[in-house]
Structure formats: structure tokens, C-alpha cells
């Protein structure tokens, strides 16, 4: 995929002390006053360099005592071990941590980060990050952009649980939106994308019905992305017609 201009690095400060460094893969530092907490390491430990430059440039040099990984996937979790050798950083993740029920929890005189699990929409240890008073939310790769975020085949309670998922991601009502990759967005995409998801469903239930799909071209080309989420990151380039075919595939097999 070639790199454009939404996807050259951009330093944001969605709220104060909040640092996110916006590119295809975004990390964020979090300033919890003695030191930083991170949200996801990244893919490509070549950054290591220009990263830590930026975080001591924004924070005065404070050392990161904790980094998060939303999940272990390999675009995530690259720098963590520079972060655990520059500071002796404790990295936290479903793998090495057990997440209680109420979250692990972070607090500072002006900040409370939360870190719960939210499993089974993206990998089976996706955690989403929660900063209550910012209300400021880190889904990883839970929130793609539009994309389905299952990759080991859907079915009717796989998708029930991810429409459930981000119904309970909306009604923490957050402020600002930091998808594991790509640009930032609201509580209003969260939404959209469920009733984008369920729209999408009954049409390729009803098609399927009348045998309007080409099972065997997969020709879905009556099933257009909606005109309102056409400016939505790498949308129209793939992730709808990522959609309908996982989509198509499991109706297809009476699965959904
Ligand atoms: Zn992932």
C-alpha cells in the first residue's frame, strides 16, 4: 500500500499530556507525572530513534515505566523491548498480565488510566486503554476504520459479540477515538459502524435470498459503500469490500 499524506507521521495532543504519534500504526504516551505511560509499540523498532526523541521532547525526558500492548500482534509490540532496556519498562499485555474483571488501573494526581479486556473482536487478548476524565479511548485494533475486525471466520455470535463490544465502547461516550492504526475519530464512528455492519448483513442476507450473488465471482458490486463513510481511512480502497466478502462468505455457508 503506498504511503500518502494522511499517512505521514503527525504528532497529536488530544488532550493534555496525551501524546499520540499518528501514522499507519500509532503509539501514545501518556504523562502520569514521575513517569510515562506508552499505548502500543509500534512494528518497526527502526523507529526507536525518532520515537524516544519525540517522547523526551514533549515530556521532558521522563522515563516510561509502563508500556501497553492492546494485543501481542506484531505491528504492537516492536518496541518493547527498547522501552524495557532504555528504562526497565513494565510491558503489560494479555500475555503477561491477568486482567481482573474491574481492569488494571493507573492513577496520577490528574489521571486514571484504565486497561481492560475486552477479548474475542480482534485476537482473544484485545485490551482497550480508558482515560475516564479525558474520556479519551484506545480501542487497538478493535476499532479498524471500518474493517471487520475478525480474521478466523465469522459467524452469528462472533459477530453479535463485536456489534455488543463496540456498543459498550460507545456508552463510555468518548471524547476522542485512537484506533490502533490510522487517523483519530469519535464516538460517532463507533456507532456508525455498527449500524454500517448490521445494514450490511440484512442486504447480503436478503441478496443471498434471491440469489442476486455470484457465490462463485463473488460479484458484490450492488453492495456499495455507503456514501457518508466514503472519506473513512482506506475504506473505499479495501476494508468495505473486505466486509462484504467475509460477510458474503459466512451467509454464503448459512453461518450468519
Ligand atoms: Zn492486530
Known amino acids: 500500500m503506498s504511503t500518502t499524506a494522511t499517512d505521514r507521521p503527525k504528532l497529536l495532543r488530544p488532550a493534555p499530556g496525551c501524546f499520540v504519534r499518528q501514522e499507519v500504526d500509532n503509539i501514545a504516551w501518556l504523562d502520569m507525572g514521575d513517569y510515562l505511560l506508552v499505548v502500543d509499540a509500534l512494528e518497526q523498532t527502526a523507529l526507536e530513534a525518532e520515537v524516544m526523541e519525540s517522547i523526551a521532547a514533549t515530556t521532558g525526558g521522563k522515563p516510561v515505566g509502563v508500556v501497553i500492548n492492546t494485543h501481542t500482534h506484531h505491528d504492537h509490540v516492536a518496541l518493547n523491548d527498547a522501552f524495557q532496556r532504555r528504562f526497565g519498562a513494565q510491558v503489560v499485555n494479555a500475555q503477561t498480565h491477568v486482567i481482573p474483571p474491574a481492569g488494571l488501573v493507573w492513577t496520577a494526581d490528574e489521571r486514571r488510566v484504565e486497561a481492560h479486556a475486552l477479548p474475542g473482536c480482534h485476537t482473544d487478548g484485545d485490551l482497550i486503554v480508558w482515560l475516564p476524565r479525558e474520556r479519551l479511548l484506545f480501542t487497538g485494533d478493535i476499532f479498524g476504520w471500518g474493517l471487520i475486525p475478525w480474521d478466523h471466520g465469522l459467524d452469528r455470535p462472533r459477530l453479535d459479540h463485536i456489534v455488543a463490544t463496540y456498543e459498550r465502547l460507545a456508552a463510555l461516550e468518548p471524547t476522542t477515538v485512537v484506533p490502533g492504526h490510522g487517523p483519530l475519530c469519535t464516538v460517532a464512528e463507533l456507532r456508525r459502524w455498527i449500524t454500517y455492519v448490521r445494514a450490511l448483513h440484512t442486504d447480503v442476507r436478503q441478496?443471498?435470498?434471491?440469489?442476486?450473488?455470484?457465490?462463485?465471482?463473488?460479484?458484490?458490486?450492488?453492495?456499495?459503500?455507503?456514501?457518508?463513510?466514503?472519506?473513512?481511512?482506506?475504506?473505499?480502497?479495501?476494508?468495505?469490500?473486505?466486509?462484504?466478502a467475509k460477510i458474503v462468505h459466512a451467509v454464503s455457508r448459512g453461518r450468519l
Open 207 to 244: 441478496l443471498c435470498h434471491e440469489d442476486a450473488i455470484d457465490r462463485r465471482t463473488l460479484d458484490t458490486s450492488m453492495l456499495v459503500p455507503p456514501e457518508d463513510m466514503r472519506d473513512w481511512w482506506r475504506f473505499v480502497q479495501w476494508k468495505h469490500g473486505d466486509c462484504v
